[in-house]
């Protein structure tokens, strides 16, 4: 009898993209999903412009433009501090998404255990499902999400095979210090495994935070796949331009299965991306901190004075709240009644988590235009009233 997969029965949509739906249908604010509604910096867009329209438009080698390629590698070195081949160890993909999945698929087999720190990214979690791995967690607290040394290595089984760090994290907004990222390190090490780190927020740092490569520390560049992109950095989350940096004994299986799903990642948008990464100074990601920052202690604000007291993100453009003052049984009762009220659509809480802990949890995202922000906070201003006049 024809019918789904057994993985296929199993999956279901995205939260994040089920409250835009539940949010265009009331003409909401969205602050559920990334997208990440600020503006593209000309240099970006102006060089995608000039790449279509000079004929920039067909398949790229397979790992990329060799310009794009090479400005990675020095972004690498000079920010991530991580010395990269550009013509053995870098691959272009379609997203860090792709990535991500590309590089699973070349380095993990079916029952293989990875470590995931939660709350987690469902994207991370449903890839590895997908690639029929056996995600193990580890659970972080609020309102720091801290974890510990013991926690980690009591996760560890003959059958682990990886570690997935997200740093900054989605969708704590968790900044892993040197000390955390230590510990992963010789936890690694001493068991022979892989790190996978996700560091796509790596410029949304705040209060004077630093990000910290996995790869940067002693003895782990072999075994550290860093993967990154610009689809927050330079909000362009629709173009799907990200990227893989590792030994090249890795790469090239990487480059292969990215090859094998998606041949290349558009050629036009990575002569777009190119420019930025050439063009734009440390002013510009210095100024993009600090826009954010403000951004984020607007929602802050405006959430604890509603009743929703905030974790403080210490970076990416996500903040959990406790919404355990809302009426509903599950996360997804409070977002919706959250969306009902007030027009602003958040994502339930229990999406980042394998059990019922965040029930009573809604993650906001602040990556909006000033004006969309500000009307998102005058809605939500107004759930504080309604509390004080019931």
């Known amino acids: 009898m024809t019918q789904l997969s057994k993985l296929a029965s199993r999956i279901v949509q995205s939260e994040i993209r089920i409250m835009s739906v539940e949010c265009d249908k009331v003409g909401g604010v969205n602050l559920a999903q990334g997208v990440c509604d600020t503006e593209v910096p000309l240099p970006v867009r102006r060089a995608a412009i000039e790449a279509i329209e000079g004929g920039y438009n067909s398949y790229t080698r397979l790992d990329g433009i060799g310009e794009l390629r090479h400005a990675i590698a020095r972004k690498m070195r000079e920010y991530n501090h991580v010395n990269v081949d550009a013509e053995r160890e870098v691959v272009v993909a379609v997203g860090s998404t792709g990535a991500f999945y590309s590089a699973g698929m ?7 255990e990875v470590i995931i720190f939660e709350p987690y990214y469902g994207y991370h979690v ?49 900044v892993f210090s040197r000390t955390e990222m230590q510990w ?64 090249a ?11 094998l799903y998606y041949i290349c990642a558009p050629s036009p948008l990575q002569h777009g991306v190119r420019a930025g990464l050439e063009g734009l100074t440390a002013d510009f990601y210095r100024a993009l901190a600090e826009e954010y920052r403000g ?9 604890r004075e509603a009743g929703l007291t905030p974790s403080i993100p210490q970076g990416s ?13 599950s996360s997804k009762d ?17 999406s980042f988590y394998h059990d019922d802990a965040g029930e009573n949890l809604l ?28």
């Open 106 to 112: 070349a380095l993990l087999d079916p029952g293989d």
């Open 126 to 174: 449903n890839t590895l499902e997908a690639m029929r791995c056996l995600p193990k967690y580890i659970r972080m607290r609020p309102p720091d999400w801290s974890f510990t040394r013991e926690a980690l290595e009591k996760a560890i089984t003959p059958k682990t095979r990886a570690i997935v760090v997200n740093s900054p994290a989605n969708p704590s907004g968790k």
């Open 184 to 247: 992963i390190a010789e936890c690694a090490a001493k068991h022979d495994l892989f790190i996978f780190t996700d560091e796509i927020y790596e410029y949304f740092l705040y209060d004077g935070r630093e990000h910290i490569s996995p790869a940067s520390l002693p003895g782990m560049r072999e075994r550290t796949i860093t993967i990154s992109g610009f689809s927050k950095t330079f909000s362009v989350t629709g173009w799907r331009i990200g990227y893989a940096v590792c030994a």
């Open 249 to 259: 004994k890795w790469a090239g299986a990487i480059g292969y299965f990215h090859d």
């Open 295 to 303: 951004k984020r202690d607007l929602i802050c604000n405006t959430l």
């Open 317 to 329: 453009y996500y903040v959990l709240a406790d919404a355990s003052g809302l009426p509903g049984k």
């Open 334 to 350: 409070k977002a919706m009644y959250l969306l009902r009220e007030t027009g602003v659509a958040s994502v339930p809480g229990g």
């Open 363 to 390: 993650r906001f995202c602040f990556a909006k235009t000033d004006e969309q922000l500000q009307e998102a906070c005058r809605r939500l201003a107004k759930l504080r009233v309604s509390a004080v006049t019931a």
